[in-house]
């Protein structure tokens, strides 16, 4: 089962900032926080991680709880191009292959 | 290109008859990850290769399915006997320890292979 918990689906505006949340109070003090994103007829695509502190990349940043329990991906401007399916996912990193287990996700819509 | 590629991208079956899809990585990545997705559901894990480690075949929903990798590249995964409930589409990704600040979890995906068992 999907160690995460996430809204169905959200709708953002063009050029707004969109916020994803996601819950994962279970987490372990060696698992990452890992964020995919699902384009329509596409494969995942990776986005960002991370372990504690926030994190920022040319894609999204991630804002994680002082507690570790929840986590935000934020998109700082959306486009329309943005407009998929978003994955929290937590897992070990560093030790191996390890299989991602994705949940239902977040259907992003970003309107014109 | 130089992502992880996989074909056929559609295949349409006749319930009961073997089939045959392939993946082909990103070159010298040495992990390679089988999943599924079927109509309206998320990705389900099937299958993982990583280097000459043993797979891990966890995932796969029935001994109908096996998947090989030759030669630490190519895959092929096999379901045998095919019935309704396999259609899906089915997933392909590689990843590699690469540097400090990549890991395995960092995992690049192929397109798909859609999987329709009439």
């Known amino acids: 089962d999907a160690k995460t918990t996430q809204p169905t689906s959200m709708d953002c505006a063009e050029g707004r900032a969109a916020n994803l949340p996601c819950n994962h109070s279970t987490i372990s003090g060696n698992e990452y926080v890992y964020w995919y994103r699902q384009i329509h007829s596409q494969g995942p695509q990776y986005i960002i991680h991370?372990?504690?502190n926030n994190e920022t990349n040319e894609m999204a940043s991630l804002i994680i709880t002082e507690d570790r329990k929840s986590s935000t991906l934020i998109l700082p401007h959306a486009t329309l191009r943005d407009t998929a399916v978003y994955y929290c996912i937590v897992s070990l990193r560093g030790q191996g292959a390890q299989k991602l287990v994705f949940g239902q996700g977040t259907r992003l819509t970003i309107n014109p | 290109g130089a992502g992880v590629s996989q074909s056929p991208s559609n295949k349409v079956t006749e319930k009961g008859k073997d089939v045959e899809l392939r993946c082909d990585p990103i070159s010298g990545h040495t992990a390679l990850y089988w999943y599924r997705q079927s109509l309206g559901q998320g990705l389900e894990f099937l299958i993982y290769?990583?280097?000459?480690?043993?797979?891990?075949k966890s995932g796969l929903p029935s001994d109908r399915f096996s998947a090989e990798r030759t030669g630490g590249s190519v895959s092929t995964l096999t379901i045998q006997r095919t019935q309704q409930e396999d259609s899906a589409v089915y997933l392909c990704a590689s990843s590699s320890r690469g540097g400090f600040e990549s890991s395995y979890n960092e995992q690049f995906f192929g397109p798909g292979t859609r999987l329709t068992v009439l």
């Open positions: 991370g372990l504690k």
């Open positions: 290769f990583q280097g000459n480690s043993a797979p891990d």
